[in-house]
């Protein structure tokens, strides 16, 4: 490897990873981590990425990312420290993976459209899945992570059975059984039964899940989106009742109501 190679930015992250994890000098708090105290912490960092994206500031993405990078550095030191593997096998792993994903640019294979190649990437998958697991493998969702966020497993879930045919026609018909479930849910909450009430919320859930499938939403984004307009209509009322010398504590939900409705108004006239 050439010196101009060593002082490429991604090897001196990877060397100052290996000096705040080696014992003698590092840092105390690098060296404590593990696998698992760290996990978290990489989760959160995809989510800041997401968040950067969403709020389209470009400078905040190039640091989340950089954020990002340092995760995976971080897990794959650890592992060289167990002699599992290092960075650039992570690297190497994910080159093969995409070239074998992508016949249609680095093979013979031809892929017309976006649909076409997408469906061949998933039957690519599946014989990954077969492979590792020595042979067939024992369930279509074997493989879905059980560490994702429940709603975006829940689509994922809906879109490994979708491709056997186990999935509801049309849109209309996801609303109908949301309908048949909301009111399973409503004689729940009725009967004052909160373990079955909790188990009809998740169906609710689980069928809104479907829904965005079927509309090719992404329901984490979708709720994200209405998470930022209640903090941003909640905003609002707090405002207002500041310039009346109040407070949500000392309103009522009559007058926030009132104020949660001008916001709504105010929004539609821009």
């Not at 100052?16 to 990489?42: H, K, N, V």
Request: charged content about 30%.
């Amino acid at each position: 490897m050439t010196s101009n190679a060593q002082d490429h930015p991604v090897f001196r992250l990877v060397e100052i990873m290996a000096q705040l994890r080696s014992p003698d000098g590092g840092c105390p708090w690098d060296l404590e981590q593990t696998f698992d105290t760290i996990a978290p912490y990489t989760v959160e960092e995809a989510y800041e990425v997401a968040d950067a994206i969403e709020r389209g500031n470009l400078k905040d993405l190039k640091e989340e990312l950089g954020d990002l990078l340092l995760q995976v550095v971080f897990h794959a030191r650890m592992a060289e420290e167990q002699g599992a593997f290092d960075f650039a096998a992570v690297a190497e792993a994910i080159n093969d993976k995409m070239v074998r994903r992508h016949p249609h640019v680095f093979g013979e294979a031809h892929h017309r459209s976006s649909a076409e190649q997408t469906e061949a990437w998933e039957t690519i998958k599946a014989e990954e899945r077969a492979a590792k697991a020595g042979g067939p493998a024992p369930s279509l969702l074997d493989d879905v992570p059980i560490g994702l966020p429940a709603l975006t497993r829940a689509v994922k879930l809906s879109k490994r059975a979708a491709r056997v045919g186990f999935v509801w026609p049309s849109a209309l018909e996801v609303l109908d059984k949301l309908h048949e479930e909301v009111a399973e849910l409503e004689a729940e909450v009725a009967a004052g039964d909160i373990d079955k009430a909790r188990d009809e919320l998740g169906d609710v859930l689980f069928v809104c899940a479907n829904l965005a499938r079927e509309l090719d939403v992404d329901p984490e984004a979708a709720l994200r989106g209405t998470n930022t307009k209640f903090v941003r209509r909640f905003n609002y009322i707090e405002r207002e009742l500041a310039a009346k010398g109040s407070s949500p504590e000392s309103s009522d939900l009559a007058e926030m109501d009132a104020l949660w409705n001008a916001a709504k108004t105010a929004e539609k006239t821009r």
